[in-house]
């Protein structure tokens, strides 16, 4: 079978260089390029090959059937565009695409709430790393309607420093990261809760949802953390879940809560679920586990193109 | 001026070492001796004296004026009991007094609560490492009654190793805790819970606390972080949660969320509070992080014993 | 092709488990059963099957064709002599029949030096993670007669803390791991002290090999380091090196000085030589990284059932 | 008493800003001010007052009685010339000034072995960090002529990494340094090496001294180990190690290895000696402990200065 040509736009960051790998190995796709601020290759982790690496501005797009973009934010759109108009499909990494970023009419790419209309579209807005996590804990309760009117989905979540880029900032060094933990973005800040609440408000529920994330001392991994007061109580939510994700090959659902090590190097979730005992109004914690750099970027990112191609929606990816 | 006596029952687990330590430095204490499985002698950190080491069996607790006990949760009571009757005042680290112990009359030691019963207890019970980072949080809340009716306290925090004790176990080993991260006692499962929930009630909120707690890989500190919905916008809650702790030498309302390393060696609680931006019913979000072995633990039982006995509350405590 | 029946003896430690992953994916090897303390069943990471475990005593071992013991030092040589009674053939990776251990005839199965012996051995004793890494580091010093004489091999090595076992003892706690950094059998007290230098004096090399291991705050990987006084000077050290390891699939000579992630994960060792600037004698600095589960235990074993069984020697291993 | 006024130059790096913190506690200095690339101010770790920062051309180098510079290597010597002109005396944190740079006729202030140099001196070269492991380490040999001739004064040593600084780089991010340990600088290549050759020759030891470093996962903290042949067996290396360190406030001689965590935050050396057991020539094995940011930085800064000054050797620095 012929491979598909593929191109990464921002090769060297943590993300692109996730997605490089993952490219390399994929059975049905060729990775001919990707770029970087200066000219030269790199070699996918765990390959024997050498990928040529060029600026943004000497990219053959043309040349690609597929590319995806790792460009950061507000870099990427023009360069979607430029994609698009060469004629190669795109999946966009970064959050200019996003629901909640003003951009109109680009799928939504969290595979397992959009897969149908993944199916034939030219762009897709991969997700971010901490909507991936919290919409999976929560996707039964909104396409059931199950949270309680007027609730606050209180959403914490932890993520490890990859999630920050792989730009030296003093505030990510060892010596400062190590032996520390702390929130930021506090107080709905967080460039992902504009993406969250569009999606939740897309499902039309009556519901705030606050976002705080922290920063771990690890190097990769995501978990969310929500807590929500739904309309009734529900007899056994695990099974709901299991009902809900039944079939995706992606989503877990558990029977402990999940931890990192559980989902790391894997694109996968882990979800748990479980009702809070001693509540007087019903009440659940949804637990949900990502590897920030494979379900939560670069493996969503093949996932979706795999679906727009109509290929294994496994292939190369993981589990 | 006289030193007056003290003994810690437990001295070698992680809280009580801290607090020998601190006992060891104080001013106005002199640590006689602790008690441990085998008879010896230890050296409190930093320090270049030995203190004398007894079984539980030949603790001469008649010789203290002050018993310090950081024996196990079920073990401690019998123990308070026998301290007791030899005359001593006793601050009890365990769950055995607490509220929602079943224990009743016992004073609750989190000291910016309870300040004026303490002056002439003969037995405290000081809290535990969570309670006193959530209920710190929350405090101006509870205390001026702004909670939303029918809200959820919904409550996640994190804590170091520390927090779970030094009695070895495969999940505590650095190769099962290292880039790792995950929740435990979801569900309102966690022993502290009934603590938090009996300490809400007594301040006639009408609202669910839920708790999780989760396992970082740090040894020392505790994050907590609240989102709770409140009954009418609060124009500056910063304003308000400084003027509640106003000359509160050990709790600190900061303007940035605060990080694990600002509080690990130190007595403080660190608050940070911040109304949600984006939600339709008005919502706070609260930090707040404290050392688990000095604030959640050994510094408080000291700030209690200084508070019981008359003597300067900061005395022999970093701040 | 019919596949072999393997068994591990001891299957729940970090060396055991990771013996277990590698053999229940082996493509040659059906791993039957694995013992334990109690009966049940074990699930090898990354895997969907269930692998049946019993206590020692109840070890069936007349059904395998090969046994792999991670007993305990001590315990392991009696299982060893019962596995061969039963007619099975065996990988022992305890040190009881190692060089040094007083056992005799046993070959010793660093692969890469007694690959011939192996082939039809019917025990082998599998290398210690630390002899593995520097006696890879000197293979080459020690094959060709290139120290100097009355030289001392002068050998520090750091090791993640799974090298240290699963059994809970409080030196291994994260709480005592972390940001901290110690050596421990100093003054050639560890274990492996016999083991290396009854290999360098079966090379006939008069020289002293001083033996110093630390214990690093990582779970997982070897660095040796050897500094070492040679005869002559070596004109291009890194050639030589790659000579003497040339068709090595597990021997990576490399331009620069390995890392632990290089290693881990793969049953490699990575080795890099460079001789001192401004020393008057000649001397070579040599390092070496392993992972110490892999090439430092259950790969290595792997490795050396594969050449005697006759089987492709990559077999069921990571590269 | 009046206190003495001293400026910090360079006062935001790791180094810098723990002199700062050491400077604003000490009883007989006043820090004036420090200077960084933009006016503004800093809060010294734990302190509550604010010291202005400069820019090095507004520093007003005439107001200080004592100048440190903790200025990049390179940018610092033209500096100190201009705090002498200025009237202050200087003690330079940087290599330009120290054995093996070139310059000429500045006391080394490796505290311990040149005391009585430095009660006079204008300038001091502060050492490097590893230098004073290292030497602490093998000075009772040195000072006595212990070495064997011809020997290798084999010295590995491991880092935390705020040796490297507080720019950041990729490869000191929290991602990169987690879970990984590596040597660099192999060859006897590492700038150190230069000041340690400098030094051992200055004693007349005929001894190749071969350094190679390695980057540890931990914020702070020195271990050197060094392997070396003596001339002659001694019978009890502890005891001379005690003698020839007798009332040195600063150097620990102790009976078990010691580990980062017994002098981080301590401006101590901990130094244990071995002889090595199995080696037909005499052979010690010694290992030294410290903090690289105080006795390897600014303790040792202030102890040096302490000594130029005349004031007590311990004032203002943790023991």
Chains 1, 2, 3, 4 share one sequence.
């Not at 260089?17 to 970087?36: E, G, N, Q, V, W």
């Not at 929130?183 to 999606?199: F, I, K, M």
Request: hydrophobic share 45%; with cysteine.
């Amino acid at each position: 079978m012929n491979k598909i040509p593929v191109a990464v736009l921002g090769g060297t960051g943590y993300a692109g260089s996730t997605l490089c790998a993952l490219l390399d190995r994929h059975p049905r796709f060729d990775l001919r390029f990707a770029t970087a601020r200066t000219r030269g290759e790199l070699r996918p982790e765990g390959s024997t090959r050498a990928v040529p690496v060029l600026p943004l501005d000497d990219a053959p797009l043309d040349e690609a059937g597929v590319v995806f973009s790792a460009l950061p934010h507000g870099v990427s759109a023009p360069w979607v565009s430029r994609a698009r108009e060469a004629g190669a499909r795109v999946v966009d990494l970064s959050a200019d695409l996003r629901p909640g970023s003003g951009a109109r009419g680009v799928p939504y790419g969290l595979t397992e709430l959009a897969r149908e209309e993944l199916r034939d579209a030219t762009v897709v807005a991969n997700p971010g790393c901490y909507p991936t996590a919290v919409l999976l804990a929560i996707a039964p309760l909104l396409r059931r309607g199950l949270i309680a009117q007027g609730a606050t989905i209180a959403t914490t979540a932890a993520s490890g420093v990859t999630g920050a880029g792989a730009s030296p900032k003093r505030e990510l060094l060892f010596a400062e990261v190590s032996e520390n933990y702390r929130a930021y973005g506090v107080g709905n800040a967080h460039r992902h809760v504009a993406e969250l609440q569009a999606t939740v408000a897309r499902h039309g529920v009556d519901a705030d949802l606050i976002f705080t994330p922290h920063l771990l001392p690890v190097a990769r991994g995501i978990l969310a953390t929500v807590t929500v007061q739904i309309a009734e109580p529900i007899a056994d939510p695990s099974a709901l879940w299991r009902a809900d994700f039944a079939g995706e090959p992606f989503v877990e659902v558990v029977d402990a809560p999940p931890s990192l090590r559980d989902v790391v190097g894997r694109n996968v979730a882990r979800v748990h679920v479980t009702a809070a005992a001693n509540a007087r109004r019903p009440t659940l914690i949804v637990l949900s586990a990502i590897d920030n750099l494979l379900k939560g970027a670069g493996g969503q990112a093949v996932q979706n193109a795999n679906v727009m191609l109509g290929l294994d929606e496994c292939a190369g990816l993981p589990r």
